[in-house]
């Protein structure tokens, strides 16, 4: 059901914390929201080489042309373009429904202006729930493309956290700019940021 190099993938270089980090806290906390936090990050999977996941349906184009323009084997070159990490995070909805998610994202090379890209499933069947796609210019976007999920996620209509930070993201997008894809945006910051 996984892609293969999961059962290959290298520890982060740092733990999971218990506590939510500030700039979650802090943002929850602005907009009211202390009780109950609509996201958390479940567990840190793993780490591996772009050469080592080949097969995400997001990785850019312009890698790909890039690397089967060069002598060495396509591997050689997306070796050295950013790692993907993987992670598994729930999402709770308005009626404290779980949607358990898996996600894999790759924060991509800085001297491309890549924005990040991956794929989000859900944990128990494996269905793609969301794609989260580089548009270049450092620039990336996130589209739930489950209507299933779209359809039974009932959203706390609130207002979330800006899930822009200028530390990771120059710009993330949300395609149809719904709180799933927040929430899944919030989610890709708080693995990488800790």
């Known amino acids: 059901m996984w892609p293969s190099c999961i059962e290959n993938l290298m520890p982060f270089g740092y ?23 609509p996201v958390r990050i479940v567990a840190l999977l793993g780490t591996c080489r772009t050469d080592e996941y080949m097969d995400c349906p997001n990785l850019p184009e312009w890698h790909l042309d890039n690397a089967s323009s060069y002598d060495d084997p396509k591997e050689e070159y997306l070796a050295d373009i950013g790692i993907y990490f993987w992670f598994d995070f729930d999402i709770l909805d308005r009626d404290r429904q779980i949607l358990p ?83 899944i945006g919030l989610a890709i910051q708080w693995c990488y940021l800790r």
């Open 101 to 183: 998610l898996r996600s894999v994202f790759n924060g991509g090379d800085a001297d491309c202006n890549d924005g990040i890209w991956g794929v989000v499933w859900d944990r128990n069947t494996g269905t793609e729930v969301a794609h989260v796609r580089s548009i270049g210019g450092d620039e990336s976007e996130i589209e739930v493309i489950s209507q299933k999920h779209i359809n039974s996620y009932q959203p706390h209509n609130i207002c979330l956290p800006e899930a822009t930070s200028p530390e990771f993201f120059c710009g993330l997008y949300f395609v149809q700019d719904l709180e799933l894809e927040i929430l």
């Open 15 to 37: 733990t999971l914390s218990e506590e939510l980090p500030e700039f979650l806290r802090e943002g929850f906390e602005k907009n009211g929201i202390t009780e109950f936090v």
